[in-house]
């Protein structure tokens, strides 16, 4: 089938689609977007998670034709004119990234969070995270690192 | 062999498309179907895609009864139902994860009725019903009428569930759940508890799941509703040691399967649950 939707603000046109194929995958292996992680491919572990719509899902459970007309953000298009975003370098500065696997779907959801709540407790990130795993079990330095994130936000 | 993908936008056209093919896949938010082996899928050779039919995000609000469309996401329902009707806005958010909840929708969850899933003990204890259209009309169904066997339901081939009816403002209600982890898995065991205060004497609802269905537990509702009338507004310390006794001899005589260790536990969920929808006792 043919699709067309967009990815970080660019339009992609793609023919030849299975309906069945997963977001995750064409992200990765039709459009080179590889910051989207596949780790579980069944919703467990969160590391392809992006926004369609500004709302957070699996990319690996979003059918190739349920695309059609929306909009998808990934974790490279987080990243501003001026550099990476407030979240992503709170990430750095909190070193939340052990093996990385897991940091572009924890980012995602950290955003999620942030544009919905701008000055959420320890508690309200730790649980908008729950949808997203470390397999280094490096959780508390990734909720500091949103914690840092959403003070540096309402600081600006 | 080639697949066809329907993305009707309306509900008109959904509706001929399932009478047209009654063996196609209904879908909407998809968390199920791309989960599912792709040799299971491989029987099907038509999706009907409803996630476009506008009809099905709709919601109303009558006196005694809130409607929402079978399409609402778990997270838009727990919003939405959180203060009219918050054993099953509780049981929503315990669904999966964020993401999943943004996708998966409770139409999908009363479809598949899956055994021991979240929702089913709460909608049994709300009293919740399946409005059911077919190009004939429409249908309501309570929700005990709703699975015939496990993994069988209601459903007839030109149906489409197009919404999901609760009773509102009852009074208190509260849904419990115990899991291996607090995100993307089903309960382990499950408790749902709601009070009909509208009533002239107060009934106490009971549902629970154990990974073996979701059933009601009339003894306990019982014996629940007759504490609550003699003992009013007081909090069910007293009363709790009973009640734990009586929902383990259920659950023993529900099914013999159940581990010792399971019914323990499902009984120390379900007496959380009503001491939390006792303890709300300003809608008494």
């Known amino acids: 089938m043919e699709i067309t939707f967009e990815v970080n603000g660019q339009s992609h046109n793609l023919a030849g689609v299975a ?13 080179g977007l590889t910051g989207t992680k596949i780790g579980c491919a069944t919703g467990h572990c969160g590391a392809c998670s992006v926004l369609i719509d500004e709302r957070l899902v699996n990319a690996c459970l979003v059918p190739a034709a349920q695309l059609q007309g929306h ?5 490279e298009g987080l990243e501003t004119s001026e550099g990476i975003d ?12 052990q093996c990385g696997f897991c940091t572009a779907g924890m980012e995602m959801a950290a955003h999620a969070l942030l544009s919905a709540l701008s000055n959420p407790t320890k508690e309200q990130i730790r649980s908008a995270l729950t949808g997203n795993l470390c397999r280094c079990t490096g959780y508390q330095k990734i909720v500091d690192a949103v914690y840092q994130a959403a003070i540096g936000l309402k600081g600006v | 062999m080639g697949t066809d993908w329907f993305r009707p936008i309306s509900l008109e056209e959904a509706l001929e498309l399932r009478m047209t093919y ?12 791309m989960t599912q082996p792709r040799t299971a899928l491989s029987q099907y050779t038509r999706f009907i895609d409803l996630s476009r039919v506008e009809q099905l995000y709709g919601c109303h609000t009558e006196e005694c009864v809130i409607q929402v469309g079978a399409a609402f996401s778990y997270a838009r329902a727990a919003d939405f139902l959180a203060s009219t009707v918050p054993a099953v806005a509780q049981a929503c958010r315990s669904v999966g994860t ?13 479809a598949l009725s899956l055994p021991n899933a979240d929702l089913p003990p709460a909608l049994l204890a709300v009293g919740a019903e399946v409005v059911l259209t077919s190009t004939v009309g429409s249908r309501v169904l309570p929700i ?38 607090a995100a993307f898995c089903f309960p382990e065991v499950a408790a749902a508890i709601a009070i009909d205060a509208t009533l002239p004497s107060p009934y106490v609802r009971i549902a629970m799941t154990v990974g073996t269905g979701a059933f009601r537990l009339l003894h306990a509702e019982q014996f629940a509703t007759e504490a609550l009338s003699m003992m009013g507004t007081e909090p069910p310390e007293e009363i709790g040691m009973e009640f734990y006794g009586i929902v383990e001899e259920t659950l023993a005589a529900h099914s013999a399967e159940i581990p010792e260790v399971v019914r323990t536990s499902a009984a120390a969920v379900a007496v959380r649950t009503l001491q939390e929808v006792w303890s709300d006792g300003d809608h008494l």
């Open chain 1, 19 to 31: 309906p069945l194929e997963s977001l995750a995958v064409i992200l990765r292996d039709r459009l």
């Open chain 1, 71 to 75: 909009q998808v953000t990934t974790v």
């Open chain 1, 86 to 97: 407030n979240v992503q370098q709170a990430f750095v500065e909190a070193g939340a990234v």
């Open chain 2, 22 to 33: 009654p063996d196609a896949y209904l879908l909407c938010g998809a968390t199920h179907l």
């Open chain 2, 98 to 110: 964020p993401q999943v909840r943004n996708k998966g929708t409770l139409g999908g969850a009363v």
């Open chain 2, 144 to 181: 005990e009428a709703w699975v015939c066997e496990p993994s069988q339901t209601s459903l007839q081939p030109d149906e489409i569930i197009t919404a999901l009816r609760f009773p509102r403002d009852q009074g208190p209600q509260a849904y419990h759940r115990l899991g291996r982890r």
